[in-house]
């Protein structure tokens, strides 16, 4: 019984890993509602990249709030990626153009862009993502690579419709579930997956740097059997 149960949430969950990056830039759009964790999940994985000894470069994108780019500004000094910044309220097109231009400039590796997820000016914020990923497509080929939609999975079955709008305006290639410690909802791994369809390539599971882990279907299942959820959540 054991067995088969396993077996059957391995296959709910299993899914490709993320693409490993066939060219030069790799661009990855990072998106979410506010306080999901999305600046956060972009240091965590600048720092993973910068590990493996490639050069990263993080676009502050999001300009609606100047916190947002002090934050990406502490992470990138604590990760060595170069930032590219405006001034707070800046066109989010604008500096994702400059983005583009420096990573192609300075033959970087892995470029992670940070946006805005305010929620109350939803119909504005798709046009403004779909905007910023015309520019980025129009000057690196083939970009974004990858959009990352970041879900907080403290927030349950909200996090669920929040990520269906997004899955309409943008080309989700991937799920990052954060805060999925110290929360006994590793259920909600499954809803997710199967009713959004995506992928789950990241869980984030605290605030430190190194606290964000590749999703591995059977690793979590594994865990989640042989431990309390909230357990669970922490050694997937
Ligand atoms: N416990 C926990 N906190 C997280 C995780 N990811 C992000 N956070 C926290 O959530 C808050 C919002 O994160 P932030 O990256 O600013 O969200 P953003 O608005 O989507 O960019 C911050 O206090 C982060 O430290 C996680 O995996 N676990
Ligand atoms: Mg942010």
Do not use: C, Y
Not at 18 to 39: D, M, Q, S, Y
Not at 158 to 176: D, H, K, Y
């Amino acid at each position: 019984m054991r067995r088969a149960l396993r077996e059957e949430m391995v296959a709910m969950l299993d899914a490709p890993p993320p693409p490993a990056p066939t060219g030069r830039p790799w661009v990855i759009l990072v998106t979410g509602v506010n306080g999901v964790g999305k600046t956060t999940t972009i240091g965590k994985l600048g720092a993973r990249q910068a590990e493996a000894g490639r050069r990263v470069l993080f676009v502050a994108a999001d300009t609606f709030r100047a916190a947002a780019v002090e934050q990406l500004a502490v992470w990138s000094e604590r990760t060595g990626a170069v930032l590219v910044r405006q001034a707070p309220g800046a066109d989010p097109s604008a500096v994702a153009f400059d983005g583009m231009k420096a990573a192609l400039a300075r033959e970087i590796d892995i470029v992670l862009v940070d946006t805005a997820g305010r929620l109350h000016t939803r119909t504005n914020l798709m046009a403004e993502l779909a905007k910023v990923r015309r520019i980025i497509g129009r000057e690196v080929a083939g970009a974004p690579h990858e959009t990352l939609l970041v879900l907080d999975a403290t927030t349950g079955q909200n996090a669920i419709a929040q990520a269906r709008s997004f899955l309409e305006a943008a080309e989700v290639t991937g799920i990052v579930l954060t805060k999925l410690d110290g929360t006994a909802r590793g259920g909600i791994v499954f809803a997710v997956r199967h009713e959004l369809g995506i992928p789950i390539h990241f869980v984030g599971v605290g605030e430190a740097v190194d606290d964000l882990r590749p999703f591995v279907a059977s690793e979590f299942v594994d865990a989640l059997l042989s431990a309390e959820p909230a357990e669970a959540a922490r050694v997937a």
